[in-house]
């Protein structure tokens, strides 16, 4: 009897262990990316001869990290600790931007840094002083941007985008669905001066 006693307690400790392990399994990882929101401008006849460099692409430190950062408030950020970006958030913005003004200006050809030895007509250059979501889903941008001329070295066009983009939902896929379109709010903006810079220039030349 004492003999069997023994051997009961000894594979209730065995199985107890074994039990709290199931029950902490960690969840899995899962990985996002921004994606291209803009849509398609047709052109007259697109030839694809200006060249776009894109970059440098610079971003505040609180964001160079793997984890999405959510804002609970106006000064305390939020670490996720299972949704994560699929590659560093500045190469992903660099190469959605580089999507956008494609389709918004067919006739040029942006390219991400860095960029061949043919070098770039124009240079965008930015600076993200805040990409994030509260957590109703609501994404704030705010970013210092500029366009510089390769030719002369100047920088005709510098601005400060802000752009607030309402939510569509609490969830991740939601989030970064929001903070694409709020991307794509900002390509406008800089497709629309490149196009008035590349036409003053092409006037001055006629």
């Not at 199931?22 to 969840?27: A, M, N, Q, S």
């Not at 800089?190 to 810079?197: D, Q, R, S």
Request: with cysteine.
């Amino acid at each position: 009897m004492e003999k069997s006693l023994k051997t009961l307690l000894l594979t209730s400790l065995l199985v107890i262990p074994l039990s709290l392990a199931g029950c902490g399994t960690t969840p899995s990882t899962r990985f996002y990316s921004l994606s291209a929101e803009s849509a398609a401008v047709q052109a007259a006849s697109p030839d694809n001869s200006t060249i776009i460099g894109i970059g440098p692409v610079e971003v505040a430190p609180y964001l160079e990290r793997s984890q999405i950062v959510i804002r609970t408030d106006d000064t305390r950020l939020s670490l996720t600790e299972f949704d994560r970006w699929a590659e560093p958030i500045e190469n992903n913005i660099a190469n959605v931007l580089a999507v956008n003004l494609s389709r918004l200006l067919p006739e040029t050809q942006p390219i991400v840094r860095p960029w061949t030895d043919a070098g770039a007509d124009y240079h965008v250059v930015i600076k993200f002083l805040r990409f994030d979501s509260d957590e109703a889903g609501n994404v704030t941008l705010n970013a210092n941007w500029g366009i510089q001329q390769h030719s002369s070295r100047s920088m005709p066009v510098i601005r400060h985008a802000g752009i607030i983009q309402p939510g569509s939902g609490k969830d991740f896929e939601s989030i970064t669905k929001t903070m694409s379109m709020t991307l794509a709010l900002l390509s406008e903006q800089i497709a629309n001066e490149l196009k008035i810079v590349m036409e003053k220039n092409a006037a001055a030349t006629d």
